[in-house]
């Protein structure tokens, strides 16, 4: 790698909209609210955003949400594909814009109406025709047409291959639950649930019953991207951005990457976190604490293999350490994650991470804080990202 | 008492109910609205179910509650007494389609001498049209 | 809806909560044999205790009771809901949902207690009370309001003899999701049951799905280095090489992966459905269905064959049985 990004751009502002079932305005209006929140946050103006970036996904145009907020001229913006898999792929975006002086500050957003609006789970149907729809053809007539579906024929081979079984998936949901349940934003808040409650849960898809699977939330989630020499006098600690990757694998599918090679991994994540590692010479000894993408949560365990913290098929044992609890190895997805705090695409996740390094997570680790890791999707093309504090430039 | 009653200690948590199949017909929808005195427009006349959305008319809630209450006596005999006939509704039932009811034993009340069945009515065109609960007091062994 | 809006309805309706729809209702007609006869005709009824007297009085019950789902029917107005129904404060609260777009009702769920058996010459009455109206929700059918009602059945006697809560949602319909709308069929007034969604048919794709068609499954292979693939894809990964031809797969191989489906159930499907990456031992590897086995007995590393079948109306699919 011949250009270094790492430690060139920070994250000086973050915000959530409220989260719900039923947020009762439109995408547009809630990514506007929350990129006006994330630039208040800041203490900037809307006139000093001269980049955006969102999910290919994203029904909210980069120039209709600047036309709202009162962002003036830009000069760079982009999207990146893959549902989820684009999450921390905006930070990406945003740090090379940043470091290589093609935007001085950029704004970063996902809103969605996931819930009242259109709902991932239920599945895909084909009926617009283009090249991924021929791609979702070869599982459509068979009936494997959600998300819970796909990752669960990679999650089944997992537990077949390794040691784990659901004893872990329940530690992972019930981890994340907790911290939920002590997060006044989340939609889960005050809802812990124990084992006896999870088991009884209804069958989604093998393994996964309905507590292994996240919800589906209205909300938007933005981050304001700006250069670290000027994140040193603004209002909030700036956290600065030490390593961010994106990763697609050879022969993969989005979502299906069924046919060559060992399915129970993931390829795509390895690659990213190879590169955020080399990029911030940074290690997993590094990483204080961590928000992983969980849609499902079986996904937690194949990054925590994937970013190092265990041997191949060591997450069983390592999260039965209680190694994701608040006073554990690595405190996980601290607001609840994606399954119970709220599903924005894994851009709450970055929201978190920020908090967590300045300080301000609800549930912040009783420990110091100085690295956290953050990461998309799985099972699409990802990556991952290591937020710093500006004492560790 | 009558033999073809079922005892109380006969039944038991996982009994499974034959299925009932009920073929959708118009006279069986315009049928039941009538039999329940049930008038709304809707469920006997075609252009007022295709104003509401639905391309021909559709059961009455009424007759979908007594098909679960007739399902589950007839399984029971004479001299059970419902209690209680909790009742979600799905998707519409439509004139040409087949509803497939099935029901299993979910619980039992040795207190009350009731058992609790749940009842699943699927048709083939939408699915899911009905889930019930029905609770039925079944007399004991002499 | 605005926000002042979504207030002044709130303000109306919620005024509603505790009231009584009107004043107690008696039963037109009371409890009688020709209304239960007809009744247990239409539900299948088979119960001899609902219209034979002589059998009935054989029966603990000692003689004939009217259908206990029926209770509801007692209190119903009849006729005059077909062209002029009555005005009462129910029908009110629903005109103000109207006025505001909510013009959407649906009957999502009663719940239906029976207190005693009600016999020939008992009279019903009943009386109606609004419980509760939710807060605004986001339903599968659109944003709107669920209306709770319960109805007291009481005798001759005044004594309580059932109880009914009946829910209904007063919903905004949701344009895009009119289930009628997209599934009807003109013609014939009725829906055709639903059938598996098919795979889009493209240049690249097009004729594998027609191989199925005729019952085979094909394998692309490459005519450069006669490297096998699928999906099939328009070059070869290994030389770059656009032209291919196929071989046919015998469908023998192993369960790579499975997982069983359960919710949600989507039309044309039938659940617990096992889908499931089957190693070929051509070497390719095929999603499909795995069939004629209870779907807890199948493991990874089972060998399977399979072969293509008709699974529905229009739908010709590789399936796989155990070995």
């Known amino acids: 790698m011949t250009v270094n990004i790492s430690n060139k751009a920070a994250i000086v502002g973050v915000a959530n909209t409220e989260f719900s079932k039923n947020s009762g305005r439109s995408e547009l209006q809630l990514a506007a609210e929350v990129v006006a929140a994330a630039l208040a946050d800041a203490g900037l103006k809307p006139g000093d955003v001269d980049g955006m970036s969102t999910f290919a996904m994203d029904t909210s145009d980069e120039i209709e949400v600047a036309r709202a907020v009162g962002i003036g001229d830009l000069s760079f913006y982009s999207r990146v594909p893959h549902g989820g898999g684009a999450a921390t792929g905006l930070v990406h975006q945003a740090a090379m814009a940043v470091a290589t002086g093609m935007a001085k500050c950029v704004v970063i957003y996902r809103g969605l109406n996931g819930r009242s609006g259109h709902r991932f789970s239920a599945g895909v149907s084909g009926e617009i025709t283009t090249s991924d729809s021929i791609h979702w053809g070869w599982y459509m007539p068979y009936g494997l047409l959600t998300p819970a579906s796909w990752v669960a024929m990679c999650t089944q081979r997992y537990m077949h291959l390794g040691n784990c079984t659901k004893d872990s998936l329940f530690e992972v949901a019930y981890t994340m639950r907790q911290h939920a349940a002590t997060n006044p934003q989340a939609l889960f808040y005050g809802q812990p649930f124990d084992r006896q409650e999870y088991d009884a849960q209804k069958k989604v898809v093998d393994p996964f019953q309905l507590y292994d699977c996240c919800l589906e939330s209205d909300g938007a989630s933005a981050v304001v991207i700006t250069s670290v020499e000027r994140a040193k006098h603004l209002r909030q600690p700036g956290v600065v951005i030490r390593g961010v990757a994106q990763g697609a694998a050879a022969n993969m599918e989005s979502m299906t990457s069924f046919y060559e090679g060992e399915i129970a991994t993931t390829q795509p994540m390895d690659i990213a976190a190879k590169q955020v590692y080399a990029q911030s010479g940074l290690s997993p000894e590094h990483v204080d604490s961590a928000v992983f993408y969980d849609a499902f949560s079986s996904t937690v365990l194949f990054q925590l293999e994937s970013w190092g913290f265990c041997e191949r098929f060591g997450a069983h044992d390592f999260v039965l350490d209680g190694s994701l609890r608040l006073d554990g190895r690595l405190p996980t997805n601290t607001n609840g994650g994606q399954l119970s705090e709220a599903y924005i695409h894994g851009v709450n996740g970055i929201v978190e991470a920020a908090r967590l390094v300045r300080g301000g997570s609800v549930n912040q680790p009783n420990k110091e804080i100085n690295h956290v890791l953050v990461t998309s999707g799985v099972g699409v093309p990802t990556g991952g990202a290591i937020l710093g504090t500006m004492d560790t430039l | ?142 | 809806m605005t926000a002042a809006d979504r207030q002044a309805l709130e303000e109306q309706i919620y005024a509603y909560v505790g009231r009584a729809i009107g004043q107690p209702k008696k039963s037109m007609d009371d409890v009688n044999v020709a209304m239960i006869r007809q009744w247990a005709e239409v539900m299948g009824d088979e119960s001899s205790i609902y219209f034979d007297q002589q059998r009935a009085s054989t029966t603990a019950k000692g003689g004939i009771i009217a259908p206990p789902s029926m209770l509801q029917v007692w209190s119903m107005e009849g006729y005059p809901m077909a062209a002029s129904p009555a005005v009462d404060e129910q029908r009110a609260l629903h005109q103000i949902f109207d006025s505001f777009g909510f013009t959407g009702v649906l009957g999502t769920n009663t719940s239906t207690e029976m207190y005693r058996d009600l016999r020939p010459g008992d009279s019903v009455t009943s009386q109606t009370t609004i419980d509760t109206i939710s807060e605004q929700k986001a339903t599968a059918r659109g944003i709107g309001y669920f209306i709770e009602t319960v109805t007291v059945f009481t005798d001759q006697h005044g004594e309580a003899v059932g109880r009914q809560v009946f829910r209904v949602l007063k919903f905004i319909p949701n344009e895009s999701n009119g289930q009628g709308a997209q599934d009807s069929t003109e013609q014939s007034g009725t829906p055709a049951p639903p059938v598996r969604i098919p795979s889009p048919r493209g240049q690249d794709n097009g004729w594998w799905w027609q191989a199925v068609d005729a019952g085979k499954v094909l394998i692309q292979r490459c005519k450069s280095c006669s490297t096998l693939r699928h999906p099939p894809r328009p070059m070869c990964g290994q030389c770059q090489s656009v032209e291919w031809d196929s071989i046919e797969s015998a469908l023998a191989g192993e369960v790579y992966s499975f997982t069983t489906l359960y919710h949600p159930k989507v039309p044309g499907y039938h659940y617990p459905l096992c889908c499931a990456v089957i190693e070929l031992a051509e070497g390719t590897r095929l999603v499909a269905n795995i069939v004629g086995i209870d779907h807890d007995a199948v493991t990874i590393g089972m060998k399977v064959q399979g072969k293509v079948e008709q699974v529905d109306e229009k739908t010709m699919l590789p399936q796989f049985y155990p070995a």
């Open chain 2, 1 to 142: 008492m009558s033999s073809e009653t079922l005892n109380f200690e006969a039944v038991q948590i996982g009994d499974q109910l034959a299925p009932r199949e009920v073929p959708i017909t118009a006279a069986l929808v315009v049928g039941g609205a009538v039999a329940s005195r049930d008038f709304t427009p809707v469920h006997h006349d075609r252009k007022a179910a295709q104003q509401a959305g639905l391309p021909d008319v559709f059961m009455n809630i009424l007759t979908s509650n007594g098909l679960v209450g007739s399902y589950v006596t007839n399984w029971a005999g004479p001299d059970s007494t419902t209690k209680k006939i909790d009742l979600k509704l799905g998707s519409p039932n439509l004139p040409g389609f087949v509803m497939t009811i099935s029901g299993e034993v979910v619980a039992k009340d040795d207190a009350l001498g009731t058992v609790e069945i749940a009842v699943l009515g699927e048709n083939n065109v939408w699915g899911m049209h009905m889930q019930a609960k029905v609770q039925i007091e079944l007399p004991r062994s002499a």
